[in-house]
């Protein structure tokens, strides 16, 4: 059975700074985001054992574990890659004029974005992601790695704001990590997501 690995970062640890400090990469990379890959491949080979055995009666436990360790393992990797060091800047082209059209300017999809990543009670992410059954990008509010997220999305963008993200740099004040967040944010990975998502079009319904 293939094993879920922890990617490697196309930037150091410290490459970030001053938007993310490099002890708060080295410690969300290495130590949390293994945590969730470590943890779906033993809810895996648990859900393998349980039903090689027959003893089924822990199987909606395993299943959340799954979906909870898993969802950390996408999410986080999908992240790393939405960030690259001096990346400040705005979306260009299709992705511009995407934005625009369903969110009537930049400005407001950022506001909407940071009001959604400012409202997540506890720990979660803000997601601009690509709908695909109603061909528009929708931003969502993600509870923790993978509550709130409607079937069938396919993420562009995610800001995670669980407090081991940002508390090292910022302690309680998330809306600093946010406006820092901006700073980083690579637009370039967030158009192709976009154009690899048009591109597969909708699985969900036949066509």
Known sequence: ??????????????ALE???????MELHH?????????????ALEQLAEARAT???GNVNKLEKDLAFNLGGHVNHSIFWTNLAPGADGGPEGDLATTIDEEF??????KAHFTAVALGVQGSG??????????????????YDQQGNLPAGVVPLLM???????????????????VAAF??????????ARLARARAAGTLLLPA
């Open 1 to 14: 059975m293939p094993l879920y690995t922890l990617p490697d970062l196309a930037y150091d640890y410290s």
């Open 18 to 24: 001053p938007a993310i400090s490099g002890r708060i």
């Open 30 to 42: 290495s130590k949390h985001h293994q945590a969730y890959v470590t943890g779906a491949n033993t």
């Open 54 to 56: 027959g003893n089924l």
């Open 104 to 109: 009537g300017s930049f400005e407001a999809f």
């Open 125 to 142: 992410w803000s997601v601009l992601a690509w709908d695909a059954l109603g061909s528009r990008p929708i931003i969502v509010q993600l």
């Open 159 to 177: 800001l995670d704001v669980w407090e081991h993200a940002y508390y090292l740099d910022y302690q309680n004040v998330r809306a600093d990590y």
């Open 182 to 191: 901006w700073t980083i944010v690579d637009w370039s990975d967030v158009a």
